[in-house]
């Protein structure tokens, strides 16, 4: 990628034009932004390769500009779904980020971080949204009922638990998984992968099995850009799944 467009949202003026700067000296186009309004408007004028989201976007509203992103993106039929990067490290870091927070970024960047790590993390990402997202998936490849049906010898009350468990633990999964990719902690990475790939295989979910052992091969290869086009696979997968077997569980065992 030699030449990115990025839409910077930071409303720290001196910050922003210390990266607006960076950036412009990279030969990469920038629109700075100060809030999610102007932000908003201006995704609905320009195509943009990325929105870098600056040190400034508070903890709370980090998780809550990607979710009105996804949101102005379905509603206003955006033609592609752009990624989410945050400058604020920190947020990465903490053990106690809200493990509420359905809508994190894609992908965190060092607040001195440098043009080529950020063109690296936007190619990764890019790739990943393009090659792991079909539009409409087999409804098989997401989730078999009937082999899952046939492992719990037909129970509804341990299908509905099995599900309930997993509705419950996945999302504090991907964020577990978010912050070591952050960190570089491939270990603590693969272990997490694996453990979700277990409980994916239970499930009966091919898609998302299958993605859980691409992203747990890639970090025991501690391949950090395959790593984050696994990630963004697999959080496609689980984001088909999850209304699927939520249906599927009210359908068995309403509650």
Not at 148 to 163: H, N, R, S, T, W
């Amino acid at each position: 990628m030699s030449s990115l467009r990025v839409l910077l949202v930071d409303g720290d003026s001196r910050e922003a034009a210390r990266v607006v700067q960076l950036l412009s000296h990279a030969n990469h186009s920038v629109f700075d932004a100060s809030g999610f309004d102007q932000a908003s408007e201006a995704l609905q004028l320009q195509r943009f390769d990325a929105v870098l989201l600056g040190a400034s976007v508070s903890r709370s509203e980090v998780p809550r500009f990607a979710a009105g992103l996804r949101d102005l993106e379905l509603r206003k039929k955006l033609p592609s779904r752009i990624p989410v990067l945050s400058i604020s490290s920190r947020i990465a870091e903490d053990p106690g980020w809200s493990r509420a927070q359905e809508s994190p970024p894609d992908a965190y960047l060092a607040p001195r971080f440098r043009p080529d790590t950020l063109a690296s993390a936007i190619e990764a990402l890019a790739n990943g949204i393009s090659q792991h997202s079909p539009e409409v998936p087999e409804l098989s490849e997401i989730f078999s009922p009937d082999r899952f049906g046939d492992q719990c010898v037909g129970e509804p009350e341990l299908m509905a638990e099995i599900i309930d468990l997993f509705l419950v633990e996945h999302q504090g999964q991907l964020e577990a998984m978010a912050r070591a990719l952050a960190n570089s902690r491939y270990e603590q990475l693969s272990r997490t992968a694996h453990t979700i790939k277990g409980s994916l295989a239970s499930l009966h979910a091919p898609r998302g099995r299958h993605c859980a052992a691409s992203l747990e091969a890639a970090a025991s290869r501690q391949d950090g850009r395959e790593c984050h086009t696994s990630m963004l696979a697999l959080e496609s997968a689980l984001a088909q799944l999850k209304p699927v077997l939520q249906s599927f569980r009210n359908q068995i065992l309403p509650q």
